[in-house]
Nanobody
Framework: QVQLVESGGGLVQAGGSLRLSCTLSGDTFSNYGMGWFRQAPGKEREFVAA????????HYADSLKGRFTISRDNAKNTVYLQMNTLKPEDTAVYYCAADLSRSLVSYYRGAYEYWGQGTQVTVSS
């Protein structure tokens, strides 16, 4: 079955950077559009970014444009989220997700069939 495993989270000071990775196994990676979501304590899970299977389309939450970049390497079955100029309000568990509608870049949680377990990102002030 399809499995997604995130890595790269951790503790970073405000203004720093992190790169998250998410590797898919159990199916052909290029069958999927990929997305990143995050959930802070006491809040709903929210959309961060999405990328189509060929990387020709990307979509970002408006509040994150310019600081976060999503990319993918189909040869490595991996999607990345580069996060720069991190702020304490970016503290959350970050989840990657896979969407069989591979040409779309959906911000809608229900569009994604598979989810990883999440990786914690903590930004200290």
């Amino acid at each position: 079955q399809v499995q997604l495993v995130e890595s790269g989270g951790g503790l970073v000071q405000a203004g720093g950077s992190l790169r998250l990775s998410c590797t898919l196994s159990g199916d052909t990676f290029s069958n999927y559009g990929m997305g990143w979501f995050r959930q802070a304590p006491g809040k709903e899970r929210e959309f961060v970014a999405a990328i189509s299977w060929s990387a020709d389309k990307t979509h970002y939450a408006d509040s994150l444009k310019g600081r976060f970049t999503i990319s993918r390497d189909n040869a490595k079955n991996t999607v990345y989220l580069q996060m720069n100029t991190l702020k304490p309000e970016d503290t959350a568990v970050y989840y990657c997700a896979a969407d069989l509608s591979r040409s779309l870049v959906s911000y809608y949680r229900g569009a994604y069939e598979y989810w990883g377990q999440g990786t914690q990102v903590t930004v200290s002030s």
